[in-house]
């Protein structure tokens, strides 16, 4: 098949407290009846993080969809932080796609989205076509999230991008020793926004308190009715070779009742692969292309 051009459009739609949600729609040109790809990010990201993934499938031929959670990237922030929840989440993802025309989907689902995705396979079966799970699976490891909780809500203020970059490079060059310096950059850009002269967070720093029970003495969050679920659903499951979210022994376990499982690691990523590098892209894409 010749690869189409794409038409990537920002659209928006009121939840149903009245908050203005966002996402992004990329249209193949040429059309096409596939079932389209829905893109779910983690708890701090936003749709950005799935734009070279999401040209990529659709020059194959496939819609796709890439939201912002409310408090995320051009999705209104919500005053009352506890609203950052699964179930007001969901409401707001299912109502999206009702504006967008989408019944069933593939879904993408990188960390919380890929919890969101596991709890649709128990609630909403129907709408999911096939799925992508992104580093994330029925045991959420607690350090993984204590570590999370050390950065999340932090605002770099007055930093420069070059300053904010090598704070990132900091962090989370531990766990991901494979990055080129594009990549790098890419991250930085998502994550930080210039806005009169300061860098800010591309999301509400209020969602630091969806981990306030995260604590010292956390166990690991299990998600194991949910993953079941996934059971009669084709998945493929993605860590990363560093990941201190998903452990090797759970990412093995998962294949254990799950026929249609397939897995993929990315080496030298950690929690969650970027989905940047053209390996992965092209494995999606052919899952995809298999599924759908």
Known sequence: MAEQSVRRESRYLTAGDG????YVDYLPTGGGAAIPVVCLAGLTRTALDFDALARALAKRGRRVLALDYRGRGLSD????WTHYSLDVEEADILA???AAGVEKAIFVGTSRGGIHVMRFSA?????????VVNDIGPVIDAGGLRRIKGYVGRQPGSATMA??????KLIAGPQFTSLGQAEWEEWARTTFV???GHLQLRYDPALSHTLDEV???SGPILLHDEWKAMAAIPTLVIRGGNSDLLSEETF???ADGHPLLERLTVPGQGHAPLLLDEGTIRAIGDFVERVG
């Open 163 to 168: 300053v904010a970059l090598a704070a990132l």
């Open 19 to 22: 908050l203005r949600l966002h």
């Open 194 to 196: 210039e806005t009169d």
């Open 123 to 131: 609630r909403r079966p129907e709408i999911l076509q096939a799925a």
């Open 215 to 217: 604590g010292p003495d």
């Open 96 to 98: 999206t796609l009702a």
């Open 77 to 80: 922030w919500d005053e009352d």
């Open 252 to 254: 093995a376990a998962m």
